[in-house]
């Protein structure tokens, strides 16, 4: 049974930062991709970005793009999130999550991914 974990949400200023972590156990990470998507209130769940099981490819959605980083430490078993310029509109709770099978592109499409966290919320204040 895959585990995914979040950690590193919190409450910050319009403009500044925040990195989100996801520790994963239960298989071989390294050959899954990784994703990022989050739901705000009242919202359906979105899209973020995603990467590849290997880091050498990425998708963002256009909302995000120039200002959040994902990346993946494999001897870790850990993705990220670097968040940077911080808007009110990103206020959400962040899931990571674990594409059901190995080796493929990252991809937008939460079908695709068959384990998720519990999440951690992220508060922008303006």
């Known amino acids: 049974q895959v585990q995914l974990a979040e950690s590193g949400g919190g409450l910050v200023q319009a403009g500044g930062s925040l990195r989100l972590s996801c520790a994963a156990s239960?298989?071989?990470?390294?050959?899954?991709?990784m994703g990022w998507f989050r739901q705000a209130p009242g919202k359906e769940r979105e899209f973020v970005a995603a990467?590849?099981?290997?880091?050498?490819?990425?998708y963002y959605a256009d909302s995000v793009k120039g200002r959040f980083t994902i990346s993946r430490d494999n001897a870790k078993n850990t993705v990220y999130l670097q968040i940077n310029s911080l808007k009110p509109e990103d206020t959400a709770v962040y899931y990571c999550?674990?594409?059901?099978?190995?080796?493929?592109?990252?991809?937008?499409?939460?079908?695709?991914?068959?384990?998720w966290g519990q999440g951690t919320q992220v508060t922008v204040s303006s």
């Open positions: 990467i590849n099981w290997s880091g050498t490819s990425t």
């Open positions: 239960g298989r071989t990470f390294s050959i899954y991709a």
């Open positions: 999550a674990a594409d059901r099978r190995a080796v493929r592109p990252p991809s937008p499409r939460g079908d695709e991914y068959a384990y």
